[in-house]
């Protein structure tokens, strides 16, 4: 309970922050209006007018809520108009994307720290990998799966996975690679082989990296789908919203979609928050 | 010495052993013309100031280094093939153990790998926490034992696949005296029930003197043997032995070896 009220102290600070920057900048647009229409406006109706504008530069953080609200429950989930509906055209690329990723990840990993090949070659070519605008890549691999005839889900999974792999990666390289000397002496000196250390040291103790990871790798699916829905004109999911958004100037349409996915997204990490507690309790390596 | 071949009751023999790593520094010798024979039943302590081989050489008996030059058999086999053999189980400094399993899950992790049985395996797992005093500890987590508590569970790790041999490289350095004296007692019983031939990697001459029948002093640049000392204290060992003049005598003797060794150092 404690930490309620430093919580509540900066949202109620970031709030207020975003009030005085929508009068500033939806102000403009209110001058030139009454400016055109000759009249004057005192500043209190310069308040009133900027927080309700219909397509302002900055929705207020109400007309965000509202929007927000309207389209998660004032609407039939199956309406085009509902963010759950877009919500869970995301979400669905996003889990499948971020399956493809963690299990990718995973096999490189264990390529990696088990070739010494792999090791030199791969960890290069996933970074070069992430180097590169997933904004470029996304239109490309969206392209060469509608000519072999996929389009919809799979392509935007593969856009997520793009991203959702190399945290796993880089992780559990680390994560296999934790063990000290004296745990792989010991056992071999019982004689195991690869696949024995593997499973018996190397995967158990690269648990809390692996977790670490996917984390971080559950939030890039999710913007690469999010990325994935914006080329080609998509017409359901989040980002599909974001750009008919954009199309007519709908900024609160834009910023309900934008709230719609960090939620979405807090909610992914949350859950795995939830299993890395769960099985580190389970594995006993949570005090 | 006794002769050089290999008897029945011969478990380590080392002749004209040597062993270089060749480090960017240079090669360095961490083993130089070392000859030994460990007989079965024996208890062996390597003592030497640090950077003289005895780990090396405990490892080049588990295989676990390769020795440049000279030959080495454990039970009349090359160390690697005495591995497979399951001739030894070996003790680290650390206990090692793995924090997701349980005491007995650690205990039987050589066991998973060596293919026993699950009724086997939960039989012998009994069996070795009755030997180290840890009955009941078999479901606690290894951070709910103490640091000897965990030492012995590594040694009962190291002895549920019944090999002869057992290889402990300073196993009890990390402990305080009070719990050390406690174990290094516990460690006799158990080798005198068991019957295990023991190597014993130290740098306590207490802890050499009161534990051994045989104490090998070596010393550093190139790592050499210095001295073997037949102990003449009996197997029977109280812990107040080590008051007895027998005792100390030895316990010069071994300071001497050291000393000689290492020249001015000490």
């Known amino acids: 309970m404690r930490s309620v009220l430093p919580i509540l102290a900066v949202l109620g600070a970031i709030v207020a922050l975003w009030y005085a920057a929508t009068v500033w900048l939806n102000s403009q647009w209110t001058y030139d209006q009454a400016a055109r229409a000759g009249v004057e406006v005192s500043f209190g109706e310069v308040v009133a007018d900027t927080l309700n504008q219909d397509r302002p530069v900055l929705p207020a953080p109400h007309q965000v809520a509202e ?11 199956t309406s085009k108009r509902s963010l759950v509906y877009h919500g869970w055209v995301t979400l669905s690329a996003t889990l499948v994307g971020f ?3 963690t299990g990718l990840g995973i096999l490189l990993a264990v390529g990696i720290v088990h070739n010494r090949a792999m090791d030199m070659s791969v960890m290069p070519w996933a970074i070069a990998s992430q180097t590169i605008p997933i904004l470029a890549i996304a239109p490309m691999v969206i392209v060469v799966f509608a000519s072999v005839g996929l389009t919809g889900l799979i392509p935007k999974a593969i856009i997520s996975a793009y991203l959702s792999f190399f945290p796993v990666v880089v992780g559990m390289v680390k994560g296999l690679r934790s063990p000290d000397a004296m745990q792989l002496d010991l056992l071999k000196t019982y004689n195991a082989g690869g696949w024995d250390t593997l499973r018996k040291l190397r995967l158990p103790a690269s648990m809390p990296y692996l977790f670490a990871s996917l984390k971080v790798s559950v939030a890039a699916s999710l913007v690469g789908a999010i990325v994935g829905e914006l080329p080609a004109g998509a017409t359901s999911g989040l980002g599909a919203r974001l750009l008919s958004g954009s199309y007519y100037g709908q900024t609160i349409q834009i910023w309900a979609a934008l709230f719609a996915a960090a939620i979405l997204a807090a909610g992914l990490v949350m859950i795995i928050g939830g299993i890395e507690r769960g099985t580190l309790r389970r594995m006993g390596m949570a005090r | 010495m006794k002769d050089t071949t290999t008897t029945a009751g011969t478990v380590i023999e080392a002749r004209g052993l040597g062993l270089t790593f060749q480090t960017s520094d240079g090669p360095v010798h961490a083993l130089k013309d070392v000859n030994l024979t460990v007989d079965k039943g024996d208890f062996v302590s390597f003592i030497g100031p640090s950077g003289c081989g005895k780990t090396t050489f405990l490892r080049a008996i588990a295989a676990l280094e390769h020795p440049t030059e000279g030959t080495l058999t454990v039970n009349g086999m090359e160390p690697d093939a005495a591995r497979q053999a399951r001739a030894y189980g070996y003790v680290f400094q650390a206990a090692g153990l793995y924090p997701w399993r349980t005491i007995a899950g650690n205990i039987k992790l050589p066991l998973e790998i060596m293919g026993f049985s699950k009724a086997e395996q939960k039989e012998r ?18 951070w709910q034992l103490s640091g000897g508590m965990q030492q012995r569970a590594s040694i009962a790790r190291a002895l549920a696949f019944d090999a002869d041999i057992l290889l402990m490289d300073e196993p009890f350095g990390a402990l305080d005296e009070i719990v050390r004296d406690r174990l290094n007692e516990e460690l006799l019983k158990l080798w005198a029930r068991t019957e295990k031939t023991i190597g014993f990697v130290t740098h306590s001459i207490p802890e050499a003197v009161y534990l051994s029948t045989k104490i090998v002093v070596m010393s550093p640049r190139p790592g050499r043997i210095t001295d073997v000392i037949e102990s003449t204290l009996p197997r029977q060992r109280p812990l107040d032995i080590r008051d007895s003049r027998e005792f100390i005598e030895i316990a010069h003797r071994v300071r001497e070896g050291l000393r000689a060794g290492h020249g001015d150092e000490v």
């Open chain 1, 67 to 77: 929007g927000l609200w309207d389209g998660l429950a004032g609407q039939k989930v």
């Open chain 1, 99 to 101: 399956a493809i990723g």
């Open chain 2, 125 to 142: 797992v009994e069996k070795v926490l009755a030997l180290v005093d840890l009955e009941g500890f078999g479901k606690k987590f290894p």
